[in-house]
């Protein structure tokens, strides 16, 4: 008798977003190179567009749904062609972009988006490399450091609060296809040309240990799991297309596993939460996902998401902006070389309206743990959690509940230090370092997390009906009435939220 493996995610699929929740007629970018072409936030979402001359990514709202103009404003500040976006994980109003004119360019995005003009200027324009910028890399737990991987082969780490490198490490002898951090941002694991795994030591560059990877001389990638383990992709020698887990202490192999013979490289998308691992290919129709455990086989395939159109590359929502009514795990923002950015969500199925707190566990906020100068200074801690019940909203409710019910939550721009104290060798221009000290580089980010109840709802639009010529007299009286209901129906929820 066969057995299967129990898990909770085994039935989860893909449902993609109707046509009018997608973005049309965006010219992708054509470059051939494997970087994150598209980068999306619960504010924003971002895809490298072709240029006739130069580099432009193209940065659009949500809401803006549906066919895009040809004339949209782009932010079109690099030189040759952009090859990688990152969003700052604690403001989502500033993304990092690395190009093929040996920079990387940090730009405050305003609110309302890029509508008219064109955006040129960053407020940071970091300059080191001496090839090629191919990867940018937010740091998952302090604030305004990050990592960019060039060509020279050398990945250097960034204190963009001062506009310096923290550190340049150069332990590579040939071109780095990867690197990413750990879950607390102490290490970085890299893949290399040479078929070794490397992790370092950020803040030294000292190897603490190398070990051979994937046997095929073809791009590998890998991703640090939470548990201490590594999760590669890569070739055999045979170019067959794999997956691999790695002990992070002792560079073993774990498990290595033949997937096909495509000879497309495999991104990783890694959900640290539920530890679900997602592989996109470019050029695959379908998304394989996998959820690892500390038990051989390490990896168990779960489904495979399947579409009738190939991807160009894939962008992966953080945790926090998921409709948790529905029950969504992931969405995957999928685009496609004819000019569509599609959205994916995962979704596990349940039954139950209550909120299914086993799949949704604590996940990372918008708050940093450590300050930039803390980290340089050597301290470590994980990632801020917060909880993602505050974020469901009653079936009950969901239909009553007024559009935009999602609160949005202040947060100062942590980059406007750089006004303050630009670097002469990072900062290359005086208009760019002086644009954090404007109101837009002030711009709020939203964090997505917080709900209305349909009583408050109705308070607000109470206030806005009645005005200031109204009677206020039936104005408290109404209030006061939906006051004492609002504690009563939370009490309720309370209750039974208590017994399930």
């Given at each position: 008798m066969a057995f299967v493996r129990s898990s909770k995610y085994r039935h989860i699929y893909g449902a993609p977003f109707k046509t009018d929740q997608c973005f049309t007629n965006i010219r992708v970018s054509r470059n051939n190179w494997d970087g994150n072409f598209c980068a999306v936030n619960p504010k924003f979402v971002a895809v490298v567009t072709e240029a006739s001359g130069g580099g432009s990514f193209m940065v659009l709202k949500h809401e803006e749904t549906g066919r895009v103009d040809l004339n949209h404003a782009q932010v079109c500040g690099h030189k040759n062609v952009v090859l990688d976006l990152d969003w700052n994980p604690f403001n989502d109003n500033i993304i990092a972009s690395a190009s093929e004119d040996q920079s990387i360019k940090i730009w405050m995005i305003p609110d309302e988006g890029i509508q008219e003009e064109p955006l040129i200027d960053p407020i940071v324009d970091l300059q080191y490399h001496q090839k090629r910028a191919g990867q940018v890399k937010w740091h998952p737990t302090a604030s305004n450091i990050l990592f960019s991987v060039g060509a020279d082969p050398c990945i250097l780490i960034w204190n963009a609060e001062e506009g310096v490198v923290v550190t340049e490490i150069t332990c590579h002898p040939e071109l780095i296809f990867y690197a990413t951090w750990n879950y607390n941002g102490s290490l970085i694991a890299t893949t290399c040309k040479d078929k070794k795994i490397r992790i370092i030591d950020p803040r030294t560059g000292e190897v603490k240990k190398e070990g051979p990877g994937h046997d095929g001389a073809k791009v590998s990638r890998v991703q640090f799991l939470k548990n201490n383990k590594l999760f590669t992709t890569g070739f055999s020698r045979m170019s067959e297309r794999q997956y691999g887990v790695f002990d992070a202490t002792s560079l073993s192999n774990l498990a290595m596993e033949t997937i096909d013979n495509n000879n497309a490289p495999l991104t990783i998308c890694y959900d640290p939460d539920i530890n679900l691992v997602y592989l996109i290919g470019k050029g695959d129709t379908l998304i394989r996902y996998y959820e690892v455990s500390d038990a051989s086989p390490y990896a168990y395939w779960l489904n495979n998401y399947q579409s009738t159109v190939p991807q160009r590359c894939c962008g992966m929502m953080p945790k926090r902006a998921l409709n948790v009514n529905n029950c969504e795990v992931a969405r995957i923002y999928k685009i496609i070389q004819k000019g569509t950015c599609e959205p994916?969500?995962?979704?596990?199925?349940?039954?139950?309206?209550?909120?299914?707190?086993?799949?949704?566990?604590?996940?990372?906020?918008?708050?940093?743990?450590l300050s930039a100068s803390e980290w340089v200074e050597g301290k470590n801690k994980d990632p801020i959690l917060i909880s993602l019940k505050d974020g469901y909203v009653s079936t009950r409710q969901k239909s009553e509940v007024r559009a935009g019910g999602l609160k949005a939550q202040a947060q100062p721009n942590k980059l406007a230090a750089l006004s303050k104290k630009p670097s002469a060798a990072a900062v290359t221009s005086a208009p760019a370092a002086t644009k954090a000290s404007t109101p837009a580089a002030n711009a709020s980010a939203t964090n997505g997390s917080t709900t209305t109840t349909n009583q408050r709802g109705q308070v607000s639009a109470l206030k806005k009906r009645w005005g200031q010529g109204s009677e206020m007299s039936e104005l408290r009286a109404e209030i006061d009435k939906l006051k004492e209901l609002v504690k009563k129906q939370d009490a309720r929820i309370q209750a039974l939220e208590s017994k399930a």
């Open positions: 994916i969500a995962m979704i596990v199925p349940r039954k139950s309206d209550l909120f299914q707190e086993d799949i949704y566990p604590d996940t990372q906020g918008d708050e940093p743990s």
